[in-house]
Each structure stands twice: as structure tokens, then as C-alpha cells.
């Protein structure tokens, strides 16, 4: 009797789960024609970042335009600015949640899966910046030999990877409930919660030292590098989330006050005070000692030898963060949605530039033995880096587009029950 | 990587990485035509000397097909009581970049698409020695020594504390007992985390499948040092790691015209290495960083 | 009959000292042969039986190639080559020595570089340098022409490709 009773409980779990498969394909695959245009722009520059990649795997990484003098390239510069972004989503919608601050409490979900599509982004560039894909089965805890806790890239590996599996759970746990319309057992979830704000942080910090730990490099063997890490992240971050949301807020019936987008702005404020300051502590201490090792500072500020590529870059960056941070830090053009808009898009590009390129190159640049060699991206590096942009971003689009019905309860367990009268409670 | 737990997690190795392989494998192909076998291919360390016999024997077969030559790989181990240092007197270095060719000649580098050298000799400006970043790399002059400059030749140190080992996820790269560090080839996944982190930039990276000409290659290898390598894999100076385990003078030795490299062992009292420590004034570049090099430069005028 | 064997033990024992009371004079190194100029060695088979000139003067008939620069307001070619057997040179004391032993002439005036040279770390050494394998030492005069010894300037080895040269791409 009973093993009938579990059959049944089992045949009818199988069929929800076909059924709500069934339903996230067509929720996903209905929508606007903005939304299709979305999509399918976004696919088409996946699989053109696709064939460059295949190319690239094909003949090897001398298809990018790295050399052993700049041994990183776009890739890991994508890599850094990505993990920051997936860390401040986190560290700023879960504390807002603790805090019951409630004009962001809805919101929790969709950082947490925007946290996931990042760290998916993050871990795919290092994996087309690998030489052997094929050998990736090395870096297995126990499978293969990895060098922990001695080496900062297998301390990034556990982290990078915990930290998605921390981001997947969270938010399926709580969709899934809510799709039950059932009140998640916080007593079981908030520790994971609570857990997932210092690996936030940790993340952040791992990668940080990844770069801090080299002897070698003296424009990355500072201690100011993990805290200019996590306050460039609390900037770049948040900016990319006030937008995600204005567009949410825009294509779905979420509620999300100006008010939230308003204190997010506040936040990125005193996050760009930090980060220029820190950015001003390192200048000094570089300019004023004027040691050999200010030699990455002055090729990335003034040029090296007539060597300038990354100097307009720079300084743009310097402009854009300047003026993002008195756009934010004043109310009125913080409290007006057009400044606040562009605000964020100075923060992001700006940030990108500055914690990418700007911090990745001048690293090898000169190099240990003195040479001087200038790295510009190629097409194929170009290409790949959109398409993974791209798929990140696809990803999240069909998350949420699956997510926020469940929020707002369009989509739930009972419509499903609604056709099945004998499966509703009694 | 102790051999305590060996059956348990070969066991659980095998399964995973089948795992793996059965659903990666069509879409990952590898970077050149190898089989499964290649793919599951074990770190060297790890290797039965039953499973090194037959990994050699399929790398001796591929090396006859692909360069018609028949190899020896050897996979002597380090010879006891030995620490390999190394001397170079900067005051007869004349740049003239002998010890680069026949270092790459030994050691079956790739030769362009991309040119892959494992010493780089550097001109500096007479009354400038520890700041490397006004050398010039690319002198060419019609004789050498030019007046007003002098030579530096730098390569791998073999550091006793080496940063590339610490930075290595995978342990590809280690330091064998006799002092040299080595790289398994067929273990690198190419991440060049060890190149960002050598201070002396001695290790190199093969960007795409070197370019050996069939008819310059050596064929008295060695598996952890001059065997011809593939794509994307880290390489590096060995202190010709074929040649000293057989007590021979490493190919730069062999070829400085003016005698200016010096080597042996710094556990033997009665070495060169240890007549030059002990009576010369010698210095290694970037001391302050501890990296413990086995590198020792000595003028004596 | 104990006279005897007291006889030939003193001469056994006589001859032991002498030829180890040499010591360092008549120790042997690995070396290959001297690099002489062909069909030069040896050069009795025209001194002997000339005239010995010892006047210092400027060569004419013969060796009218070798420049003299070593020293040359010094010494001049009889200070080194032995007068009488010159398929000898001699050094301070009178003693003839061979061409393969040319070192020991030159580290009577350069004796620090002799005594590195001995200890393996002036010079050129190559082989093996442990183990019974063959090892050659390379004699002064293998590198250093003992009339001009400074080193000449070389055409150096040509530089590596720079990161952006076209040999370098695919």
C-alpha cells in the first residue's frame, strides 16, 4: 500500500515538473518583439563569438593578440570586472533584505540570478583564455591534482564555483516555494543567505589577491589592491542593477519604487568616494616616492617611452567616475531618472575601463626584464568577449522572464491545479 | 600527492573524468588528433613506472612519425646529494648570443609562428645594472661588445623558492629534489598564472603548435625537459636537465665563447659553482624578492 | 743480498719523491691540442739547423704575420720560445715545458687567472663534468692568441623576433 502511494506521489511529481517545464518554455518563448529582437540578437552574437571561439580553440591562443610580454589579456580583464559585478549584487540586495528595507525586499531573487548569470560570465572567460580546454578536468579537488591552498587560482576555482551553486540554490529554493505559493522555512534558507554575503565578499577578495600575491608584478603587489577591488565592484554593480530594474519594472507588473533606485544610487555614491580615494592613496604613493616600480603607474597615466595606448582610455574613465560620483552624490540629479541613467552608464563603462584594461595590462607592462610591449585586443578576442557578454546576458533575460512571473504570482502551481480539480487541497 | 589514497581516487578519478569525457568529449575535441588515452593521461608524479614505460613509448612512436627521427626519452631521475647552481661572469659576457641559439638548438624550441627563446640577453648602459627597464632586448649591433655596455644574460633562475610553483594550480610545475623546476608538459592547462608570476620572466608559452624543423631537432630528450612539446603548454630553461643528470655541461655552457657561464653542483665543496660563491662576489638578480635563485652573477673586472 | 734490495727500494722511493715533489707543476689536465697554424708544429724542422739570433729585432723573413701585442716593449719572442729547442717553451727558472703544457708559462705572469683557470672557472671547460665521461679544458691558447690575446669584437647572434614581427603570426 504504501509503495503504491509512493508511486503515485512520484508519478505526479514527474508530471508537475513536466508541466512547469512545459510552461517555462512557453513563457520564455512568448513576448514582446522587443523581447524577440532582445533574444535573437543577442543569440546571433553568440554564435558569431562562437565560431571566432572554435577558431581560437582550433589553432591556439596565437589567434589573440597576447603575447609572453602581455600573457592576459581582454579576456581576463573581462574576468575581474565581471566577478565584481556578481559580488555587489549580492552584497547589496541581501543585506537590504536582512534589513527588511522594503522597497528592495521583492527584488532579492532577480540580484541573486543577475549574481548567477555574472559568475557564469566570469567563469567562461577564463575558460577560452585556458590554452587546453581539454584539461580542465585537472583543476578537480581529488580528480585531479589541484595545488590548494597554496595556489590563489585553485582558491578562485572553489570560490567561484561555490559561489554559483550558492546563487542557483537560493533563488530556485525560494521560486519554487513561492511557485507552491508556500512560505519558504527561513530557518532553513537564511542561513545560506547569510552565508552567501561574506563569499560574496570573498570572491571579490580571492580574485584580488590572485593579482596581490605576485612578487613580480610591483603595480599589483599592493595591499590597496582587495579593498579598490571591492569598492569599484560596489560601484559598477549596483549601476548595472538600477538599470536591469528600470527595464523590469518597465516589461512586467513588478512593483519597485523609485525610492529603492534612489538609495542604490546613494550607496554607489559613497562606493565612488571610496574607490577615488583609494585610487588618489595608491597615485601618491607612486608619484611621491618615484621609485622604478611607478612605472606601470606613469604607462597607464602619461605613456612609457611613447608608449600611450591606455592613456585616453584612462582618463576617460577618470571622467566618466568623476562625474557619475557628483551626479549621484547630489539629490537632485541623483532623485531625476535621466541623470540618474546616465550616471549609471558613466559608472559601468568607466569601471570597466578601470578595472580592466586600466588594471590588467599596465601589470605587464614594462615587464620584469624592462620591455615594453602594447597589447591591443584583436577580432577574434573582440568577438569572443561579445559573445560571452551576450550569453550572460541571455541567460539572465530568460531567468528572469521565468523568475518574475513567479514572483508576481502569474505563474504558480495553481493554475496548474486549477486544471487538475482533483489534485486541489482539501 | 601521496600514494596513500591511490586505488580510492583513481577509482573516483577514472569515473568522474569518463564522466566527463562521455559528455564533453564531442564537443571538446582536443587541441590535436589524441585519443582518450591522452585525455586521461595521469601527472607524472603519479605515473607507475609501468605507465611511464608506456606513455615514453607512445611519445617515442609520435615523435617518429612526426619528425622521422627516433628519440630517446629519458626520465632519469635527479642524482642524489646534488643541487645544480649556476655561474655567470658578467665581466666577459660580449652579448654575442651564442648560449640563446644553441640553448634553442638543444632544446627543441619552436623556432617561429611564435619564436620561442628561453634566454634573453639584455644591453645595458654602463653605470646601470639593477634597473632592468632601460635594457634594450633587440640590439644589433655589427660586433660585439659594443663600448659603453654591458650584457646580461637572463633565464630561468631555478629558484629554491620559486613563485611559479606556489602560483600553479594544478602542480604542473614543481621543483625536482636536485633543484630544478620542471613542468609537465602534458599537465599544463595553459592558464599562465606561472608566467604572470615569474619575477625574471624565464618561462615562456607555447601559443599555438611549435614549428620545428624536422631536420634541426635533438633527439636525446629528456620528458620533463627538451622533448618537443605541443600547443599550449609552459616551458622554460632545465639547466639542460638531460645533460647535467649525466654529469655533461648544459648548452650555453658549451657554447659562451668566452667561457663566461660556469656550472655545478653547490652541494660538492670542490665544484666550480662553490669556488665562485666562496671567492668571487657574487649577486642574483631581484634577491629582495627571496626567491632563493640558483643564478649567481660574478664580475671580476 | 739486503744490500741489494736496500739499493733499489732508495732508488724506488727516490724516484716516487721526485715525481710527486712536482706536485702541481705536473698536473695533468684534459687538454686537446694546441691550435697551432698548419704545418707550423714542429718547428725544429727549420730551427734546427738555423743560427740562434738573439738580438731583439722586428721579424722580416719568416712569422712576418704575427703582430706583436702582448707586452711587446717588454719581451719579444725568445722570452717565451726556447732558443735553443724551439719545439719547447720555457719559463722563468729555464725549465722546458711543451706546448700542452703553455699554461703554466702564462700564469707565471697572470697567476690569478691561472689559478682560476685551474679551478675550472676562467676559461672554457666542456664534456662532463662529473663521472668518467670525456671533458676537455681548453688551453690559453685556445682562446686568447698568446701574440695579441685581446679578444677580437664577433658578429653577434641575430635577436629574437619582436612580439608584433610578421614571422611571429600565424
Known sequence: MNLRKAMESLQGLLKETWHFYKKTLILVSRGSRIYYAWCFSLLAIIIVGFIFYWKQHEMGLIETNMTDQVSWGLYIANFTYLVGMAAAAVLLVIPSYIYQFKPIKEIVVLGELFAASSIVMAILFVMVDLGRLDRVWHMIPFVGSMNFPTSLLAWDVLVLNGYLLLNLFIPIYLLVKFYYRKEPNWKFILPFILLSIPWAVGIHTVTAFLYNGLAARPFWNASILAPRFLASAFCSGPAIIIIIFQIIRKVSSVNLEDKALFKIAELIAYSMFLNLFLLGAEIFKEYYSGTVHMASFKYLFEGLHHHNELVPWIWAAMAMNVTAFILFLIPSTRKRLSTLNLGCLLIIVGVWIEKGPGFVIPGFVPDPLGEIHEYVPNLVELMVSFGIWALGLLIFTLLIKVAIPIETGEFSHTEYEKERPYLRPH | MSNKNYTRREFIRNLSVTALAGLSLPLLSSCSREEAEDFLQKHFLEMTGEEKKRVIAKLEQRYLEQYGRKFQISTQEALPETLWGYGLELSRCVGCRRCVYACANENNTSRYARQLHWIRVLRLKRGNLINLEDSEHYYTPETVPEKGFIYLPVQCQQCQNPPCVKACPIHATWQEPDGIVVVDYNWCIGCRYCIAACPYKGRVFNWAEPNLPKDEVNPNVHYLGNRPRTKCAVEKCTFCIQRVRQGRYPACVEACPTGARKFGNLLDPKSEIRYIIERKRVFRLREELNTESKFYYFFES | ?170
Open chain 3, 1 to 170: 743480498m739486503q744490500k741489494m734490495s736496500y739499493f733499489i727500494a732508495s732508488i724506488f722511493l727516490l724516484g716516487v719523491f721526485l715525481t710527486t715533489s712536482a706536485g702541481a707543476a705536473n698536473q695533468e689536465f684534459p687538454v686537446p691540442p694546441p691550435p697551432f697554424t698548419e704545418g707550423i708544429f714542429p718547428c725544429s724542422q727549420c730551427h734546427a739547423s738555423m743560427e740562434v739570433n738573439r738580438k731583439k729585432r722586428e721579424l722580416k723573413d719568416e712569422h712576418t704575420k704575427i703582430r706583436m701585442h702582448h707586452a711587446e716593449t717588454m719581451r719579444w719572442c725568445l722570452d717565451c720560445h726556447d732558443a735553443k729547442n724551439r719545439d719547447k717553451l720555457h719559463l722563468y727558472n729555464g725549465e722546458l715545458i711543451n706546448f700542452t703544457e703553455s699554461y703554466r708559462l702564462c700564469g707565471e705572469c697572470h697567476g690569478n687567472l691561472y689559478r682560476d683557470w685551474r679551478a675550472g672557472i676562467h676559461g672554457k671547460r666542456t664534456g662532463y663534468f662529473m663521472g668518467t665521461g670525456k671533458r676537455t679544458y681548453l688551453l690559453c691558447a685556445h682562446c686568447h692568441d698568446p701574440h695579441e690575446p685581446k679578444f677580437k669584437l664577433i658578429v653577434p647572434e641575430p635577436p629574437p623576433f619582436r612580439p608584433t614581427d610578421r614571422r611571429n603570426v600565424k
